[in-house]
């Protein structure tokens, strides 16, 4: 048993930790206490920041209550402190002034929590910060004021930020406005686009450039071709300079891999057409040129060489063309044997008939103005055969139509014995040779005293006759038959061929009539004398193409970029022709022109003098040309024309015709006639 002093001893000390400890925990609850009460303070201070005018107010009586009651000294910037999270996730503190803060800020009161959160949405809406107020003092008084009136309404919105919200959403709507319209307007005008491309996009095939073509499946289907050709180039080249450096060897190694490589190309013009070996020798020619190469490469020589050879490349392409030139006129004004044998059968036939059966019906109807009259001058019996048959297929009223046909001595009787054997239903024909016509003698007719004449047979037979093709091939155009026959220059003399007619069709015997031609003769003319569709594109088929504008006589009188227009397919006012002298016109011409100064020969250089300005435009859908020499024309515009023309030297019938554009000939030719089919004129031969 412990004694009584020490019992004490240890109740005393007990006491004292005991007392120790509350001492410890009431300063740890008032230091608590003033930190809390300090916090409310800076709050209070920091709240109250409005903009609005009775923010303002209350924000004036806080401060000045709270300068009467504290003691502190109040900041006026004060640091605020934000948190964020970065792009990695981080959380980051910076501190920032309320000075830089915009007067758009709006400050919240931390001590109503469901107040604070109620406004939290709205005073930091398009903000991602979290962001903490910190000041240094303020009095327990200012808190006591502050508790005194609680919020109980969210803070109003400062009004420089809904004006700014409200235009930013008006401009959001505007600009989708915008695009949404800009976008209808983008993709209708896309569309009309589209339509209109359609519309002249030209379906028909271009010969063998076509992209659908089988050799036209691989970008590189002549790659080994060319490379070739290249390699030949470069032994000629390289050949010529080992024969000036006297190196043999590699002279006669380049000529004759050279000749092996041309024979393994032929004819070939693709890949696919090369033989079995051609790789080979491209290798082999390979091979012996780097050897060339690495003896005899001097850039500026190589580049002298190169260029001599592409000199002589171009003088031996220009007399090609001379040539072709001249071949294509020679086999344009030849004509094939079955053609021949045609005249020849029915002109023998024409002559066993009796002079009754030689004679045609109607004939009353031909100078009757109330009917369709149309004017065909040939000495082709077949291509006349096709304007008439054409013509009357087509045709509404075929009994109301009068064909006036205008031939030569050598070719009548087989003209009229075709028309006798093959009349076409309900129309009327008649046959007539040029020769009969009296009247146009040399005398009268200028033209026809300038063929006659000994400068124009010198002109003709012996001055431009050449040795060879290609030197002669500028002029031998103008030495075809057709130049030499008054029936090409019988145009300019329709009143006088059809005094008793009012208006008449001239039609070539290259042509082929598609549809009924009888609006033709409502078409107003508006005082002219001549209707025909113009030809000119551009710069193309103008005056100057077909005059001569260096001199005067011509200079003074046209305009070189007026449009020309086509003999073909015309109709003529022939009350308009007499009443303004056009025969004297022409004649006129034709007599200044007896040098050939003005133009060449031809008869649609002294056309269009003659009808200069007395000519009316037709819509080019009655008469579409150039089948007779370009293969590239719109198919849509032939199929839908009133009248194809086939000028040029690519005739239907000759084997020269364009293949394609045959077709639209052949189907009006009479295959099962019997005499056809005795010169052997059949679907293979016009095909």
């Avoid at 190309?265 to 057409?273: P, Q």
């Avoid at 012996?462 to 145009?491: C, E, I, V």
Wanted: some cysteine; glycine content about 4%.
């Amino acid at each position: 048993m412990k004694p009584p002093c020490r019992r004490l001893t240890l109740s005393l000390s007990r006491l004292v930790i005991v007392i120790f400890l509350v001492l410890i925990h009431i300063a740890l609850v008032a230091a608590d206490a003033f930190d809390t009460l300090t916090v409310q303070r800076e709050i209070i201070e920091a709240w109250p920041l409005f903009d609005c005018p009775q923010c303002m107010d209350k924000k004036e009586q806080l401060h000045t209550k709270s300068m009467a009651v504290g003691n502190h000294q109040i900041e006026k910037d004060i640091d605020i402190i934000v948190t964020y999270t970065d792009t990695s996730g981080a959380i980051r503190i910076r501190t920032v002034k309320s000075k830089d803060l915009s007067a758009s800020w709006v400050w919240k009161n931390p001590i109503n929590d469901k107040q604070a959160k109620d406004e939290g949405s709205e005073s930091l809406e398009d903000q991602h910060d979290t962001r903490v107020l910190d000041t240094n003092e303020l009095s327990a008084n200012e808190h006591a004021d502050v508790n005194e009136q609680p919020l109980k309404t969210p803070f109003p919105m400062h009004p420089a930020k809904l004006r700014r919200r409200a235009l930013r959403q008006e401009r959001r709507d505007r600009r989708t406005a915008e695009l949404i319209q800009g976008g209808d307007k983008r993709e209708t005008q896309m569309r009309s686009a589209a339509i209109e491309r359609a519309k002249t996009f030209d379906t028909s095939v271009k010969a063998k450039y076509s992209i659908w073509r089988k050799e036209y499946e691989s970008p590189n289907s002549d790659s080994t071709l060319k490379l070739m050709l290249d390699q030949i180039i470069m032994a000629k080249a390289y050949a010529s300079i080992a024969k000036a450096k006297n190196a043999t060897a590699i002279y006669d190694s380049l000529i004759k891999h050279s000749k092996r490589s041309q024979q393994a190309i032929g004819e070939a013009t693709y890949d696919s057409e090369l033989g079995p070996s051609a790789v080979d020798r491209a290798k082999e020619m390979g091979h012996i040129l780097s050897l060339a190469k690495d003896q005899f490469y001097d850039c500026i020589l190589m580049a002298r060489k190169l260029r001599v050879m592409l000199q002589s490349t171009e003088a031996n392409v220009e007399e090609v063309k001379k040539k072709s030139a001249s071949l294509t006129q020679l086999a344009a004004k030849t004509v094939p044997r079955p053609l021949h044998c045609l005249p020849l059968v029915l002109t023998t036939d024409y002559f066993l008939l009796s002079d009754e059966k030689k004679k045609f019906s109607n004939s009353r109807s031909l100078e009757d103005p109330s009917l369709y009259h149309y004017a065909i001058f040939s000495d082709n019996v077949l291509a006349t055969s096709v304007v008439v048959n054409s013509t009357v297929l087509h045709a509404k009223e075929p009994g109301k139509h009068v064909f006036h046909i205008v031939t030569d001595k050598l070719n009548f009787a087989a003209m009229k014995m075709w028309f006798l054997v093959n009349s076409p239903a309900g129309s009327t024909i008649q046959v007539q040779n040029v020769d009969d016509f009296t009247w146009l003698n040399s005398s009268y007719c200028p033209v026809l005293r300038q063929l006659e004449s000994s400068r124009m047979k010198e002109y003709y037979f012996k001055a431009h006759q050449t040795s060879s093709l290609a030197a002669g091939s500028d002029n031998l155009k103008y030495r075809n038959p057709k130049y030499l026959s008054m029936l090409n220059h019988l145009r300019f003399y329709l009143p006088e061929v059809y005094p008793k007619l009012d208006k008449i069709l001239f039609l070539d015997d290259d042509i082929v009539v598609q549809k009924d031609l009888t609006p033709l003769w409502s078409v107003d003319l508006h005082g002219m004398v001549n209707g025909a569709v113009e030809t000119c594109k551009e710069s193309f088929h103008r005056f100057d193409k077909y005059l001569n504008f260096s001199n005067p006589k011509i200079s003074d009188n046209f305009d070189p970029d007026a449009c020309g227009w086509a003999f073909g397919m015309n109709m003529f006012d022939l009350k308009e022709w007499k009443k303004r002298d056009i025969t004297g016109i022409y004649h006129g011409w034709q007599n200044m022109n007896e040098e050939r100064t003005l133009w060449k020969l031809g008869t649609l250089p002294p056309g269009l003098i003659t009808f200069y300005n007395l000519t009316h435009p037709l819509d080019r859908g009655w008469h579409v040309l150039g089948l007779g020499y370009d293969p590239a024309l719109n198919q849509t515009e032939i199929e839908n024309a009133a009248v194809v023309h086939y000028n040029g030297n690519y005739k239907p019938w000759l084997d020269l015709a364009i293949s394609k554009y045959k077709s639209y000939w052949s189907r009006y030719v009479i295959f099962d006639n019997p005499y056809l089919q005795l010169c052997n004129i059949n679907t293979f031969m016009l095909s």
